[in-house]
């Protein structure tokens, strides 16, 4: 499979629409799936629940993952990610607007990529996006079919 799906995990409606408006100007053309809580981006991930009859082949090519969610917050989001084999490798990034230095250090702990604190003002959140974008999605060499062949 082909598809470069990006993950958005992220509550705040208002965070989401920036994400998207951000993810837009910048001209990313992946496909993004937006889960509103840590339950749903367990199920998304592990083809459970609302999503048992996803294509298992489509895994994200990246994650962003807010902290601060309902039903399952975004650290043990992470550590689930990181401790099943389907899914361990995966880049995630954090996209918090948390700057607690506990929460900087429990995300890369539990293995993030790396954590960006999501700018107040839409520019600087778009200068974020288009860094993301070109790293993670342009010049970031993705693992091979590998991990997708489980």
């Given at each position: 499979?082909?598809?470069?799906v990006?993950l958005?995990?992220e509550?705040n409606p208002?965070?989401e629409a920036l994400?998207?408006?951000a993810?837009?100007?910048n001209h990313?053309?992946?496909?993004?799936?937006?889960v509103?809580?840590?339950?749903?981006?367990?199920?998304y991930?592990?083809?459970?629940?609302?999503?048992?009859?996803?294509?298992?082949?489509?895994?994200?090519?990246?994650?962003?993952?807010?902290l601060?969610?309902?039903?399952?917050?975004g650290?043990?989001?992470l550590?689930?990610i990181r401790?099943?084999?389907r899914t361990?490798?995966?880049?995630?990034?954090?996209?918090?607007?948390?700057?607690?230095?506990?929460?900087?250090i429990a995300?890369y702990k539990?293995?993030?990529?790396?954590?960006?604190r999501?700018?107040?003002?839409f520019?600087?959140?778009?200068?974020a996006?288009?860094?993301l974008?070109?790293y993670w999605?342009?010049?970031?060499?993705v693992?091979?079919?590998?991990r997708?062949n489980?």
């Open positions: 499979m082909d598809n470069k990006i958005l995990v509550d208002d965070d994400t998207l408006r993810l837009k100007k990313v053309l992946n496909e993004v799936v937006v509103r809580n840590g339950l749903e981006a367990l199920d991930l592990f083809a459970t629940g609302a999503y048992a009859d996803r294509d298992r082949r489509v895994i994200p090519q990246l994650i962003l993952l807010d601060k969610l309902p039903k399952i917050d650290l043990e989001v550590r689930r401790a099943d084999d361990r490798l995966l880049p995630v990034v954090i996209l918090t607007s948390s700057d607690e230095e506990r929460d900087v995300g539990l293995g993030a990529n790396s954590y960006v999501k700018p107040v003002e520019t600087q959140f778009a200068e996006v288009r860094q974008k070109l999605l342009v010049l970031n060499e693992l091979p079919n590998e997708t489980r």
